[in-house]
């Protein structure tokens, strides 16, 4: 039991630490917010590609690519995003609120905890097995990230079933991380070694994206943040952290997954509301605030639930 705990924490701790000191430095006027939103910019749009690309360059495929796996974690965004789609409406009315609860319940910070959660549990092939499974859910945290806070938007923001589908290849094709896995597994096709120049110059931008990162959402946080609204708040992050995973993670053992592939997928479902659902609700005129309450309350039960699943996992000799 000692050593399960003393494995939890040497992967949760350090998350905890980066981010305490985001708030700490943020606190002490260290860093500003304009140098947050600046980070932010940079980790989006070249920091975390950027190790995307590494990371699945540099992958071996033959060990990585689980086939089977790719198809559990697809199914089980499908199945996290569609329950809550056809329950949430029954409960609340106000649409606004409906489209930035269930996107927090389904859409993890799979990209920026998830890689940093993989490479502490099981080094580079942890790293590498996420980044394969990545390409196939990012997109579709996307497309259903569109859909529903498209349906319960406004009149006068609500989209056509044409121009649905327009929003949705733009926000496909334009987002940095999903082009980062298109080019990278097009690279790794050809079957060439990425020249030294190119590998040392994207593995500097690719080392700032988890520090960078974490500090930032650290910064981002406040106790004004968390005022209204915080019932709804609680209760999509306690499925975001609690019962999504509890029910992915059943499925998994008992569909046979062990070791990294039972990992990987407690990774991608346990993880809080991302970032990006703050920012799509707002573009969308969802209820902006409640996706904001909501990413920073699932960031904080997640490092306890996190920590708790791991134990028990690794308790079980599971993972």
Known sequence: MLDSFIYSLNIIAPIFIMVLLGVLMKRKKFITDGFVAICDKLVFKLSLPALLFVDIVTADAGDTLDVGLIIFCVVGVTVSFVVPSLIVPIFIKDNAKRGAFIQGVYRPNSAILGITLATNMFGEAGAATISMVLPFVVVLFNIYAVIILSIFAPEDVRLSPGALIKRIGKTIVTNPLIIAIVLAMLWKLTGLELPLLASRSLGYLANMAMPLALISLGANFTVESLKGRVG????????????????????????????????????????????????????????????????????????????????????????
Do not use: H, N, W
Request: glycine residues 8%.
């Open 232 to 319: 709804l708040a609680i209760l999509s992050s306690s499925c975001k952290t609690i019962v999504v995973p509890i029910c992915a993670v059943a499925a998994g053992i008992a569909l046979g997954f062990r070791g990294i592939g039972l990992g990987v997928i407690f990774i991608l479902f346990s993880g809080p509301a991302a970032v990006s659902s703050y920012i799509m609700a707002k573009e969308m005129k969802s209820d902006y605030e409640l996706a904001s309450q909501i990413l920073l309350i699932s960031t904080l039960m997640s490092l306890f639930t996190i920590f708790a699943g791991i134990f028990l996992l690794k308790e079980a000799a599971l993972i």
